[in-house]
């Protein structure tokens, strides 16, 4: 049916592919700490070596009825629902920071539950639609 | 299907036909703009920015989607040495190598409103990064090196090995954390696009799709009448 060349490459790509699989995964394995952007207050709770030095990001919901606003600082409580931590920032946040909405703070951490960022991120989730669909969900909700 | 695609019937394709096309792709460009710009709600919380989405999540579609066709092209091309194989990849690449570049501009242009910063070095936006990057190393193997044979066995593996990139494009979101969010639309789960703003997105990727088919098609013409020359040429 198939020629025997057309065989024997058919096999060489295929093994060329296992081989390049296995290889992908285990540099994206081992490269998991780098590739992960940002960290959730559970895994900063969960972890045993954590240096105060470094620069770190963590991410999660900004807490509701938590934005303490001084001056040009700002207070607030990133939570995964289950741990928080309370950040601290100096300087202007993006307009899509609001209470309830995902937020990605970039700084060091000052203990496991205390963190000085220098940089705020808004992130937006996969939901789109008109103001007044959301008016409407929040009023069935309520 | 595949017969369509041989030189004979490529050759056969008049100018009237991809006259048609443009006039389609005029219509379809101009509803979906329509559409997407004026009809459109605002989003809630993003307000008018999230019209960027309806250029961005087409071209990055048709980006990888180009992509997958080279890179299986490529396949075909090593395995059964076929010789269209070869001319379809390169006609399909000039399109990707675009799409990904709005890509990558048009969210960046997306992420300063939003997420409050122009770049960031997160999983998604560092894979589709990548993908450029492939793009431009098979381009430029066919520009660079002169002798057809070593050129095409070269690009085939470029894209062979880039295909590996693709999945990682896809899953980025959901195995990692990252700053990009996930894919609003999947084919598990119901849309999380409200559908007033579904429907533009669809006739904006349908219009690219087009407007892409159109171009391939002209390059794919051009290709093929390049082959035959050069092979003319050896034979004297």
């Known amino acids: 049916m198939l020629v025997k060349k057309v065989k024997s490459r058919i096999l060489f790509l295929f093994l060329l592919f296992i081989s390049f699989s296995i290889i992908i995964f285990v540099i994206l394995k081992s490269l998991e700490e780098n590739v992960v952007y940002f960290l959730s207050p559970t895994e900063i709770f969960n972890k045993t070596d954590i240096s105060l030095n470094k620069k770190i990001r963590i991410g999660g919901l900004v807490k509701i009825n938590s934005i303490n606003k001084k001056n040009t600082s700002i207070n607030f409580i990133i939570t995964d629902l289950k741990n928080e931590i309370i950040v601290t920032y100096e300087g202007l946040v993006p307009n899509l920071f609001a209470e309830g909405k995902g937020v990605i703070a970039e700084g060091n951490l000052k203990d496991k539950k205390y963190f000085l960022a220098k940089k705020i991120l808004a992130k937006h989730d996969e939901n789109y639609m008109p103001p007044e669909v959301k008016k409407a969900l929040e009023n069935t909700n309520n | ?236």
């Open chain 2, 1 to 236: 299907m595949l017969k369509k695609l041989f030189p004979n019937k490529i050759l056969s394709i008049k100018n009237k036909t991809i006259n048609n096309l443009i006039v389609l792709l005029a219509i379809v460009i101009a509803i979906g703009l329509f559409y997407s710009l004026i009809i459109s709600p605002p989003d809630y919380i993003q307000g008018d920015s999230v019209r960027i989405m309806y250029v961005h999540v087409p071209s990055s579609f048709i980006a990888i989607g180009c992509f997958a066709f080279i890179g299986i092209a490529s396949v075909l091309n090593l395995v059964f040495k076929n010789k269209l194989m070869p001319l379809l990849a390169k006609s399909l690449s000039g399109i990707g190598f675009i799409f990904s570049i709005i890509s990558i501009v048009t969210g960046s242009l997306w992420g300063k409103p939003t997420w409050g910063i122009w770049w960031v070095w997160d999983a998604r936006l560092t894979s589709m990064t990548i993908l450029l990057l492939f793009y431009i190393a098979y381009i430029l193997t066919w520009k660079f090196i002169k002798k057809y044979e070593d050129a095409n066995k070269i690009s085939s593996v470029i894209a062979i090995v880039g295909l590996f990139n693709l999945p990682i494009i896809k899953y980025s979101v959901d195995w990692w954390e990252t700053l990009h969010q996930p894919s609003s639309i999947t084919l598990t789960s119901a849309p999380t696009i409200h559908y007033t703003m579904l429907i533009p997105l669809i006739i904006m990727f349908l219009g690219m799709l087009i407007y892409s088919v159109i171009i391939f098609l002209m390059k794919y013409k051009t290709e093929i009448i390049k082959f035959k020359l050069s092979n003319k040429k050896k034979i004297k």
